[in-house]
C-alpha cells in the first residue's frame, strides 16, 4: 500500500496547507480556485491565538474593495479585529455559514470556516507579497519563535485541510 504524503506541515502543533499562500503577520490564507477567484481565511495559528469566534460580518458584497482593505469584522473571547484582504478586487461571496456558527474558523480553519471570495484585479502582483510552500512554513516558524508564540490549540471537532 503506497503512503500518500500529507498536504500539510505542522509547524509548533499548527497545521499549515501547503498549497496555499499565507500572509505572515496577519495570519491569513489565499487559496488560488480553479476558476480564477481566490478564497480567504485566517490561519490555525490565528484561531488559537484568537481564541472561540464569537461573531462575524461581513462587508457588502459586489463591490471593490483595495488591497487592505476592511472585507469582514471578527470578534473573538479575545479580540475584535477587521479582516484586511491581502487581495484587491470584487467581493463575490461571503461565509454565510459564519454568521450561524461563527466556530467554524477555529473547528475548520482552511475548509468549513473561509471567510470570503473574490475576484482579483491582479492576482499576480497581489500573489508577489504572499508566502507559499516550504518558504511560508520557514517563516510562520521564524515568525512563532520570534514573538513567543505557543503552540496551537486544537478544539473538539477540528478538521484537518
Same mark, same amino acid.
Given at each position: 500500500?503506497?503512503?500518500?504524503?500529507?498536504?500539510?506541515? $505542522?509547524? @509548533?502543533?499548527?497545521?499549515? +496547507?501547503?498549497?496555499? %499562500? *499565507?500572509?505572515?503577520?496577519?495570519?491569513?490564507? !489565499?487559496?488560488?480556485?480553479?476558476?480564477?477567484?481566490?478564497?480567504?481565511?485566517?490561519?490555525?495559528?490565528?484561531?488559537?491565538?484568537?481564541?472561540? $469566534?464569537? @461573531?462575524?460580518?461581513?462587508? +457588502?458584497?459586489?463591490? %471593490? *474593495?483595495?488591497?487592505?482593505?476592511?472585507?469582514? !469584522?471578527?470578534?473573538?473571547?479575545?479580540?475584535?479585529?477587521?479582516?484586511?484582504?491581502?487581495?484587491?478586487?470584487?467581493?463575490?461571496?461571503?461565509?454565510?455559514?459564519?454568521?450561524?456558527?461563527?466556530?467554524?474558523?477555529?473547528?475548520?480553519?482552511?475548509?468549513?470556516?473561509?471567510? !470570503?471570495?473574490?475576484?482579483?484585479?491582479?492576482?499576480?502582483?497581489?500573489?508577489?507579497?504572499?508566502?507559499?510552500?516550504?518558504?511560508?512554513?520557514?517563516?510562520?516558524?521564524?515568525?512563532?519563535?520570534?514573538?513567543?508564540?505557543?503552540?496551537?490549540?486544537?478544539?473538539?471537532?477540528?478538521?484537518?485541510?
Amino acid at each position: 500500500m503506497t503512503r500518500e504524503a500529507p498536504s500539510f506541515a $505542522i509547524v @509548533h502543533s499548527c497545521i499549515l +496547507p501547503l498549497d496555499l %499562500h *499565507y500572509r505572515i503577520e496577519q495570519h491569513q490564507w !489565499v487559496r488560488v480556485e480553479a476558476d480564477g477567484t481566490v478564497t480567504l481565511g485566517y490561519t490555525d495559528v490565528a484561531q488559537t491565538v484568537a481564541g472561540r $469566534i464569537l @461573531h462575524v460580518t461581513f462587508r +457588502p458584497t459586489g463591490r %471593490h *474593495y483595495a488591497h487592505d482593505a476592511t472585507v469582514a !469584522v471578527v470578534e473573538s473571547a479575545k479580540w475584535l479585529g477587521a479582516y484586511r484582504t491581502p487581495v484587491s478586487g470584487l467581493l463575490l461571496e461571503t461565509n454565510a455559514a459564519l454568521l450561524e456558527d461563527p466556530e467554524l474558523v477555529n473547528r475548520s480553519p482552511y475548509r468549513r470556516g473561509w471567510l !470570503v471570495r473574490i475576484q482579483p484585479d491582479d492576482l499576480e502582483r497581489d500573489l508577489a507579497d504572499l508566502l507559499t510552500g516550504h518558504e511560508a512554513i520557514a517563516a510562520y516558524d521564524a515568525f512563532m519563535s520570534r514573538r513567543g508564540l505557543d503552540d496551537c490549540v486544537h478544539c473538539e471537532g477540528y478538521e484537518l485541510p
